[in-house]
């Protein structure tokens, strides 16, 4: 998927922000935290570890509201190392399971589907194994064959499922506060962008890791990358052009998660691709007009990342592939009734965020090269790199401290 990163804030994590205004030193403000030790990217013990310290307590991006379209409606998706199962109800709402059968492990659910399958029940293609779709075992094929069958006892291993902002999210160990609750602030400011009533554009899903990019580095590095714009000057003269690279900031900073915002630069851009775009930028029905020349990013931690453009959302993740190469899935979501002339400036800007997504596919190739250096460790960040101070901080808080210990890979 694209990878368009926001502009980092010139404030401190935790402090309130002020109004916009030129780069320059601010002696006055604490410095960012500092950047994650090399090793919390190269290690492969911490990589494993991240499954359940990370992954399995968070709130893990698997769909939007719009994969899942009627009663029956269910699709699988991986979080945290699992394979999890997510169906609607026949009342409408979301359950998510473990997506093995409780008689002999089968898969219950092959994925991902090109269209979600439906069916009112869940049955396994071993032994037929049935359940319902609140995970209830109702049927279990010559019952009496099977000594201590106890049936309330061996429904489908359930997982927490959240709808936010139309998408869909699941926590495997069931411990994380409700995203509802932890990301409220969020939702105030950019709910108009998003909902259930989103519709897809093309063939990208956010559940479809087979048809993911997959780039050459650790899911952190493309965290990193997504939460600084420090880089953006030397790295994508496109977004230079495109973008007024002074004026960003965050707008809202919490614990669970960072929204940025940029403005377009009102000089036309010398790229007729950029021009044009600059041009015919509009929003999609519900917006604001202050929304028409406005980007804004989020970051629900710990890999959720979600664009808010005028014309379209593009919703993604970074899934570890591996300690050095990160898959990331995602889909770009629109509402009905948006004009021509948004669904052309949202093709036009979708173009641009290949070409973005390609030049950072290249950077973080060569991050997690470099950092695999033997003694490398990283220098001081720029107040413009906070975000990346935050997400570290947020690491380290969940790894516990490692700093000195694991190999410099």
Not at 63 to 69: A, F, G, K, T, V
Not at 193 to 217: F, K, M, S, T
């Amino acid at each position: 998927m694209p990878i368009t990163e926001p502009l980092a804030t010139t404030t401190a994590p935790g402090a309130q922000q002020a109004a916009p205004g030129p780069a320059g030193p601010h002696p006055a403000e604490p410095p960012p935290p500092p950047a994650l030790a090399a090793h919390y990217y190269t290690d492969p013990a911490l990589a494993e570890a991240e499954l359940n310290a990370v992954f399995a307590k968070s709130w893990q991006l698997v769909c939007h509201e719009s994969d899942l379209p009627n009663p029956g409606s269910r699709l699988t998706a991986w979080a945290a190392g699992r394979e999890v199962l997510v169906v609607r109800t026949d009342e409408g709402g979301l359950n998510a399971f473990l997506n093995v059968c409780r008689h002999r492990g089968t898969r219950l659910v092959d994925g991902p589907e090109p269209e979600p399958k439906t069916a009112a029940a869940i049955r396994c293609p071993y032994h037929g194994w049935t359940y319902k779709l609140d995970g209830t075992l109702v049927g279990a094929p010559e019952g009496r064959q099977i000594p201590c069958l106890d049936k309330p006892k061996l429904g489908l291993f359930t997982v927490a499922v959240e709808s936010f902002l139309g998408f869909v999210f699941v926590n495997i160990d069931g411990t994380a506060a409700p995203l509802a609750q932890t990301c409220a602030k969020l939702a105030e400011q950019v709910g108009r962008y998003a909902g259930g009533d989103l519709v897809p554009v093309g063939r990208d899903r956010i559940h479809d890791l087979d048809r993911a990019e997959v780039q050459g580095a650790n899911w952190k590095v493309a965290v990193d990358n997504y939460l600084e714009g420090y880089h953006v000057p030397v790295a994508h003269p496109g977004l230079m052009r495109l973008l007024d690279y002074q004026n960003y900031r965050i707008t809202e900073e919490a614990e669970d998660y960072v929204l940025f915002q940029t403005p377009l630069r009102d000089k036309p851009s010398s790229n007729w691709r950029e021009r044009l775009y600059q041009r015919l930028t509009s929003t999609m029905p519900g917006l604001r007009a202050e929304d028409r020349r406005m980007w804004r990013y989020a970051v629900i931690y710990p890999n959720t990342l979600l664009d808010f453009y005028p014309d379209h959302v593009l919703a993604w993740t970074a899934v570890p592939a591996g300690q050095d190469r990160v898959a990331v899935p995602g889909g770009f979501y629109t509402r009905r009734g948006s004009s021509a002339r948004t669904r052309l400036a949202r093709r036009l800007n979708i173009a641009i965020g290949w070409i973005t997504s390609d030049e950072d596919a290249e950077l973080l190739r060569r991050v997690q090269h470099g950092i695999r250096t033997p003694g490398f460790e990283p220098g001081p960040l720029s107040r413009r790199e906070a975000g990346v101070g935050w997400f570290a901080d947020r690491i380290r808080a969940d790894l516990g401290s490692t700093e000195g210990s694991g190999e410099r890979r």
